[in-house]
């Protein structure tokens, strides 16, 4: 292929780029821009300009007695999603440390099974979980959802955490052995440093996996405790225009993930592990 | 300070049948520096790290000074290790790499910068204290690898081919600087290197390995002048040592002359069924000599010049290279006569065990 072809090769992968991506985000778009209109000016025929105006954002946020109020739903998804999240990095790590580090005997089997647990689909499992949960007086508390987000992150951030961490050098690991450091030592001055890139990565999945789960949150909290997915769902309304405050709902509930995603980046600076080696 | 000793060590990698380091015997005296060298796969850096507590060691075991550390922690043998990708840590800065190992050891903070202040100053790092490896050339990353061990006064130093990462000026130079370095401190070190200049250069003595089995370790004088086998004769020297295969039957000759032995020599090898004669490129002389010969390529070195002929040996044509000093004028293709005058060494060919070695002034090759 000489120069001139592979250049427009490339203009019209690029023109394709384009395409898929403003494919891709005009629904985000056009949700952002109905949360701003009147409800008729949702409904009607597709409109560019408008009069914006924040009122959907005040109706879905307003607290009425009786039903789920976002300031209950928001609480308790971040009480939940920050505390699974927290929970499955601190059993994470060690996991990770031992899978890829200091490699246990037979740790294939081991990795196989974290990911194993994940092979069954929630809906043949839900039954038992139900039941289980209703022994235990944990129906439409955060505490079942915490440790249900936290049994469903951990596989996944296992997985994450041993591949991150199998690539931090060897030799960082014995230097800081050999100089005097022990485990905790080892993790603090080498491994967590290096790795945070990878841990940051994971915990931003953990973070949207759990934020926006909808089948466990519904099936065992849909009275108490329950999370942004459901609230967002009581702005589906059966009667009349709804499409503008069904999207006000959406931008907030989508919102909080999108700023972790955010902070997340910027701990996700590639080459933190430069001028160790070499 | 202290010495180190392997008996016996033996490490054995799991799945692999044969011993990454078989059965190491080797006795390091206090202070000096021993270099440890064969090619890839030798196990050199195995017993290294056995040494160092990073590999465990399947049967024998290992003494620093008096104290057996073969189940000891690599925390607890009092060493330092100089990698060969350095593996400094990113975040730390050079004076907090260079005092990591002190503040792990829960030495005071004015001690440490006392003491990193010192190594800084040895090694010219005192303007880069406070910056990141990243921020560094590889030099300079090499230099703070090597501060980091010599901050603390530990048992033993550890180098692991610390040197290969540097281009070639820098190498030979930061080489000296280490032999100096290693001299003024007195600190008993084990230097691991596939490099042999690297090795004659800098060892004390020099252990050669190959296959995890211990060939020889001697002084390089004595490795070059008196090697034990065929493959410490072929490995150390560059070039390398001509062995070319004679039988006993025969009077032993070089291309249908006839090698003039000592009594005690033909003895020696009267023993073999065959024989490898070895000699020197400095030992061979071209366009004065018996033997005939036809040169093949020629490298010019400035200094010297590396003369390689095939030479007519037992209907064979044999390569061999000639050390010769410059000017040369021969041109490859042109039929030239070649002698061999100095130091001949028999080899049993077929254990490579060196027979013996005809003293190198009464030697030459007869008419």
């Given amino acids: 292929m000489n120069v001139g072809e592979s250049r427009s090769v490339n203009a019209v992968l690029g023109v394709l780029a384009w395409a898929a991506g403003l494919l891709f985000f005009f629904p985000v778009f056009w949700t952002v821009l109905n949360s701003f209109k009147e409800e008729q000016d949702a409904n009607t025929s597709p409109r560019l300009l408008f009069d914006p105006t924040i009122d959907r954002y005040r109706d879905v946020t307003e607290t009425t007695r009786g039903l789920l109020s976002f300031r209950e739903a928001f609480t308790n998804s971040f009480v939940i999603v920050v505390v699974s999240t927290v929970i499955v990095l601190l059993l994470a790590i060690p996991a990770a440390y031992a899978l890829a580090i200091k490699p246990i005997e037979k740790w294939r089997d081991v990795l196989f099974f974290f990911i194993s647990t994940k092979f069954l689909p929630v809906v043949a499992s839900i039954l038992p979980i139900w039941i289980l949960a209703r022994e235990f007086g944990l129906l439409n508390t955060r505490i079942v959802l915490v440790i249900l987000y936290t049994a469903m992150n951990l596989p996944l951030a296992v997985w994450m955490l041993r591949s991150f961490f199998q690539e931090i050098p060897r030799e960082l690991i014995e230097a800081a052995e050999i100089d005097g450091a022990g485990l905790r030592g080892q993790l603090t001055t080498v491994i967590l440093p290096i790795a945070v890139p990878g ?45 503008a405050k069904l999207s006000a709902a959406s931008v907030l509930a989508s919102l909080p993930v999108v700023i972790a995603g955010w902070l997340a980046q910027k701990r996700m600076i590639r080459g933190l592990a430069m001028g160790a080696i070499k | 300070m202290a010495s180190v000793r392997f008996e016996s060590a033996t490490r054995l990698y799991p799945g692999t049948d044969r011993a990454a380091v078989d059965q190491l015997d080797l006795v390091i005296a206090d202070g000096e520096l021993l270099v440890l060298v064969g090619p890839s796969g030798s196990g050199k850096s195995t017993a290294l790290r056995m040494l160092a507590g990073l ?83 590889g030099g300079q990353r090499q230099r703070v690898a090597m501060g980091r061990a010599i901050v603390r006064r530990p048992l033993v130093y550890l180098m ?138 020629v490298e010019d070195l400035g200094s010297e010049v590396f003369v390689h002929v095939g030479i007519h040996h037992r209907n064979e044509v044999v390569p061999v290279v000639a050390k010769l000093p410059a000017p040369f004028l021969g041109r490859p293709g042109e039929s030239v006569s070649v002698g061999v005058h100095g130091a001949v060494h028999v080899f049993d060919g077929s254990t490579g065990l060196r027979l013996t070695t005809s003293p190198a002034a009464a030697q030459r090759v007869a008419g």
């Avoid at chain 2, 922690?73 to 800065?93: E, H, T």
């Avoid at chain 2, 050669?208 to 001697?218: N, P, R, S, T, Y």
């Fill in chain 1, 199 to 243: 841990i940051a990565a994971t915990a931003l999945l953990c973070v949207i996996f759990a934020w926006n789960e909808y089948f466990f949150a519904v099936q065992l909290n849909p009275v108490d405790a329950s999370t942004m997915p459901i609230w967002v769902t009581t702005n589906i309304s059966t009667r009349g225009d709804f499409l």
């Fill in chain 2, 160 to 297: 692991d081919e610390p040197l290969s990462n540097l281009d070639a000026k820098l190498r030979v130079q930061t080489r000296t600087e280490l032999a100096e370095l290693q001299t003024r401190l007195a600190v008993t070190t084990v230097y691991v290197t596939h490099d042999q200049v690297e090795a004659m250069t800098m060892g004390h003595r020099v252990a050669v390995l190959k296959d995890g089995v211990l060939q020889q370790c001697d002084t390089p004088h004595k490795l070059y002048h008196e090697p034990g086998n065929l493959f410490v004769a072929g490995f150390i020297g560059s070039p390398a040592m001509n062995l070319v295969p004679g039988d006993v039957a025969s009077p032993i000759g070089i291309g249908g002359h006839e090698l003039e032995l000592s009594q005690d020599a033909a003895v020696a090898a009267g023993g073999a069924e065959q024989v490898v004669l070895g000699f020197r490129p400095e030992s061979v002389t071209v366009g004065a000599g018996e033997i005939t010969g036809e040169i093949r390529v």
């Fill in chain 2, 55 to 137: 590999e465990p060691l399947d049967s024998g075991s290992i003494y620093i000074g008096d104290r057996d550390v073969s189940g000891v922690r690599p925390r607890d043998r009092d060493i330092a290790m100089v990698f060969q990708n350095y593996a400094l840590y990113p975040q730390l800065s050079v004076a907090e790499n260079m005092g990591f190992a002190l503040k792990q050891k829960g030495v005071p903070k004015a001690e440490r910068i006392v003491q990193v202040r010192e190594a800084a100053r040895i090694l010219d790092l005192e303007p880069y204290l406070d910056r990141k490896p990243k921020h560094l050339s």
